[in-house]
């Protein structure tokens, strides 16, 4: 595919009507759908890669026409930037206008450019958030799933020797090939063949809206029983009042709601990613704060990870343990 | 070369390597002075020493994450920890448990998400060399879970080099195209770049687990017990955050009380049911919700581009 | 004052735009100014139809955005004003919309435009324009994802168009 000379495979040389053959439109999406981010830049993005893609096309329409090849070439290397999947139908309905530019047909240089920029910003917030935020967690979720890891979390920390079900990441990337080609498939060919008419008609239908809807109920319901199964967070905090021993973890926390703290943990969380503070940065504090909180300053230097009940803020595992803590490997 | 850009991007660059710097000198660096003083025993890990041959195909493993070979699929699939820790295990002999350390990293990059090049860390670099270090260091789940954070880091600046740096190439395209050539801006799309990112993501991931995976793996087993329950106590934690991270695009209006229910029946159920279980019950709720509240929800759109498209616009409208 | 925020994005109405400043912001109309995409039916059909349910987007040429914003100033309603280019915040201001702050998103390279501050690049006619803005007492900041922290355009802003050396 990546033939050196412009003039070598001019195959139009014919009169008449320019047409895009099917073999035409197909690679150029085999192109966008490998090397779509190849050459992914801070200056212009996707910008080369919108132009490699458009090459089969240029090649057919104008191959043999030296001016309009370099014209065609420029035109598609100003700054681009969508999602590489829902966004193929900006390809779809660019190879759209560029033939029936080829063809004769007003179309300027500007018109082209201005659909390809007009509809980048659209259809990356469409996309990103249908395949990056909703598909893609979802499926990992379903991956981590299927691995076993839930069950080894509840169980201990430990997962030497332990073997989780390969399966898991096996069907993620089976489903998601399934989705992310399949997607690119379908805007480009449909982009293609309805034009713009195809993306106002997919808009109006407010089919993207339900999708979006149903797809965040479930990912909702997803995220909720995630947090039950992997957010852990147990204080080893003890009080002496008087004779007894008050534990703040079963003795206060767990009464007014069982798994009170993983569910404040993860809604404090969203709240101050939302207001702004970076992810990285969170990660970097919450390691902190667990070693901070893991210093055993209240009592004995724990023999085994899972006795630091009672000389730690913080308790790995489990809440401490009753009368003593067993005497688990590490 | 790295260097590149101007004033800020450089500066911000700099902090983060500061941020990995003090994130390692926290991990790493006190820990150690504490256990050097302490001399707690420690009974020697059993450490899985990582052959060359090894070391090169996890190197090649990374390029390939974020190459275009793999049908451009490499940033759904081998970019995330899930599918990069069961290839490791599968190099590493052990695909079952590096199927399981995959899955945990992957927790942390759940919502993980990247809009108009910007990265929040890389799950690639994690995904790789930290279950790399977690599998050669039988690391426990948490602290395979910290470990994948300093490391993910690193790899914001293997993601800023190669966005940087493809810059130029982007302008080598450009000339291509004034000699109307049209394999000049194809191999500017293709071969410079991946040589570049051939270069900035094999070479220093072959070498780097080749000669540190175990050793990181020896000095984490050889933090003192409390410092390990820090680390056991990050892996029950830092989940929260990839979840929290994915809840910033979904948590919002009618289907925020989906979260509460699904904590509630995962949490009443005493996590018997499997996610899967949850899925199915979510994909039933979720059509429900969808017939009962989609319509008011996708026509809320519709009147109001009828209303704000000026007459004139609304008169072609009718026409077509 | 309701008006909440004017950006000028080459993208216009993207993800960020509305996942991270429509929502921060707490604005109840996203006001799009640009003459090209207001003549044009189907981008503009676009960009209100791709706005995620609940987000309602208005798309004018620059004139008409003056008005519009001039009205929605005296409403209780706050507007986020999406432009593609400072010369139609330059022209807004000039005709009376009293914008104290502009925010530079995103201006992607082009062949008249050069590096301004990292991936923000910028025309000559571009520059002089923030400058002049700047005068009028607009604050001209860089702020590209609300995860950065704002670049006064005056920090980089060069007399010439050139780059800025640091």
Same mark, same amino acid.
């Given at each position: ?24 439109l197909l690679m150029s999406w085999l192109i966008w759908t490998f090397f779509s981010h190849s050459n992914y830049n801070y200056e212009r993005l996707q910008a080369s890669a919108f132009a490699h893609a458009m090459t089969p096309i240029i090649k057919r329409l104008y191959g043999g026409d030296k001016e309009q090849t370099r014209e065609a070439l420029q035109r598609h290397l100003v700054f681009f ?20 530019? $080829? ?37 990992? $979720? ?85 947090? $039950? ?66 210093? #055993?300053?209240?009592?004995?230097? #724990? ?19 009753? #009368?003593? #803590?067993? $005497?688990?490997?590490? | ?9 450089? !500066?911000?660059?700099?902090? /983060?390597?500061? !941020? ?15 256990? &050097? ?11 899985? =020493? ?9 190197? !090649? ?42 899955? &945990? ?33 039988? !690391? ?5 879970? &910290? ?53 900035? =993501? ?101 009147? /109001? ?6 007459? /004139? ?8 | ?6 950006? %000028? ?36 059909? %676009? ?7 609940? %987000? ?17 100033? @005296? ?50 006619? @571009? ?6 803005? @700047? ?16 670049? *006064?355009?005056?920090?980089?802003? *060069? *007399? ?7």
């Open positions: 595919m990546s033939s050196t000379e412009t003039a070598t495979s001019g195959a139009t040389a014919a009169g008449g009507e320019k047409r895009i053959t099917r073999k035409d930037n969508t999602s590489p999947d829902f966004g193929a139908v900006i390809h779809g309905v660019t190879i759209a206008m560029e033939e029936q530019k $080829a063809n004769g047909e007003e179309i300027t240089d500007n018109a082209i450019t201005s659909t390809k920029t007009g509809l980048m910003g659209p259809m990356a917030g469409i996309g990103d958030t249908i395949g990056q935020g909703i598909v893609v967690p979802l499926l990992i $979720a379903l991956g981590i799933s299927i691995t076993g890891l839930g069950a080894q979390v509840q169980q201990s920390g430990d997962l030497t020797g332990i073997t989780g079900n390969p399966l898991g990441p096996i069907l993620y990337f089976i489903l998601v090939a399934v989705f992310s080609i399949g997607v690119t498939y379908i805007m480009y060919t449909q982009g293609y063949k309805q034009g713009r008419s195809f993306v106002t008609s997919v808009l109006k239908s407010g089919l993207m809206d339900k999708v979006i809807l149903g797809a965040s109920v479930l990912g909702n319901i997803v995220l909720g029983g995630l947090t $039950a199964q992997f957010v852990k967070v147990y204080v080893g905090w003890t009080v002496q009042a008087g004779e007894t021993t008050v534990r703040i973890q079963q003795d206060v926390l767990d009464k007014i709601l069982p798994g009170l703290l993983p569910l404040a943990l993860v809604v404090l969380t969203w709240w101050l990613l939302k207001r702004g503070w970076h992810p990285i940065k969170l990660l970097v504090i919450y390691v902190i704060v667990c070693v901070v909180g893991a210093i #055993p300053f209240m009592g004995p230097q #724990p023999q085994y990870i899972t006795d630091a009940c009672g000389s730690s803020i913080l308790q790995p595992y489990g809440p401490c343990a009753d #009368p003593l #803590p067993p $005497a688990e490997g590490e | 070369m790295v260097k590149n850009p101007k004033g800020e991007r450089r !500066l911000s660059r700099g902090a /983060k390597i500061s !941020l990995v710097i003090s994130t390692l000198v926290v991990i790493i660096g006190i820990p150690t002075a504490v256990q &050097a003083m302490t001399l707690t025993e420690v009974e020697p890990s059993t450490t899985v =020493t990582i052959s060359l041959f090894q070391s090169i195909l996890i190197g !090649l493993g990374y390029y390939l994450s974020q190459s275009p070979w793999i049908a451009g699929l490499s940033f759904y699939t081998l970019n995330r920890p899930l599918v990069a820790g069961l290839l490791v295990g599968v190099i590493l002999g052990d695909p079952g448990q590096g199927a399981l350390i995959g899955a &945990a990293i992957n927790l942390i990059y759940l919502g993980f998400i990247s809009a108009g090049g910007a990265i929040p860390g890389d799950p690639g670099l994690a995904g790789w060399v930290g279950t790399t270090i977690a599998i050669a260091g039988s !690391l426990n789940y948490g602290a395979a879970l &910290a470990i994948a954070v300093p490391i993910g880091l690193l790899g914001t600046v293997v993601w800023n080099a190669r966005m940087t740096v493809d810059s130029a190439f982007m302008h080598m395209a450009d000339r291509a195209a004034d000699r109307a050539d049209i394999g000049g801006v194809v191999r500017a799309n293709i071969l410079y770049p991946q040589a570049w990112l051939f270069l900035i =993501t094999f070479v220093p991931v072959t070498i780097a687990v080749f000669i540190g995976a175990s050793f990181i793996g020896d000095v984490i087993n050889g933090f003192p017990v409390w410092l390990l329950g820090g680390l056991a106590i990050a892996g029950g934690i830092l989940p929260a955050i990839g979840i929290a991270m994915n809840m910033k695009f979904i948590f919002l209006g009618s289907a925020i009380p989906y979260f509460f229910v699904g904590y509630l029946v995962m949490v009443v159920l005493g996590n018997e049911v499997s996610i899967m279980v949850l899925a199915v019950i979510g994909v039933a709720l979720a059509f429900l919700h969808v017939v009962f509240l989609g319509d008011r929800v996708s026509n809320a759109s519709k009147p /109001k581009s009828e209303k704000l498209r000026s007459d /004139k616009s609304a008169e072609s409208e009718a026409a077509r | 004052m309701t008006l909440s925020l004017v950006r %000028v994005d080459d993208r216009l109405i993207h993800g960020q735009v509305i996942a991270v400043w429509y929502r921060a912001l707490g604005a109840d109309v996203i006001v799009v100014a640009d003459d090209e995409t207001a003549a044009d039916e189907f981008l503009s059909d %676009v960009l209100v139809l791709a706005a995620p349910a609940g %987000v309602e987007v208005e798309v004018y040429t620059v004139d008409d955005a003056a008005a519009r914003i001039t009205e929605l100033a @005296e409403s209780s309603d706050r507007a986020f004003v999406l432009v593609r280019s400072p010369i139609s915040v330059l022209r807004m201001v000039e005709q009376g919309v009293p914008i104290p702050l502009l925010n530079i998103g995103g201006m992607g390279a082009a062949s008249n435009r050069s590096k301004l501050y990292r991936n923000i690049s910028a025309s000559a006619s @571009e520059i002089d324009a923030m400058h002049a803005l @700047e005068r009028l007492g607009t604050k001209v900041e860089i702020r590209i994802v609300a995860d950065d922290s704002a670049v *006064p355009f005056s920090s980089v802003a *060069p *007399p010439a168009t050139n780059s800025n050396g640091v």
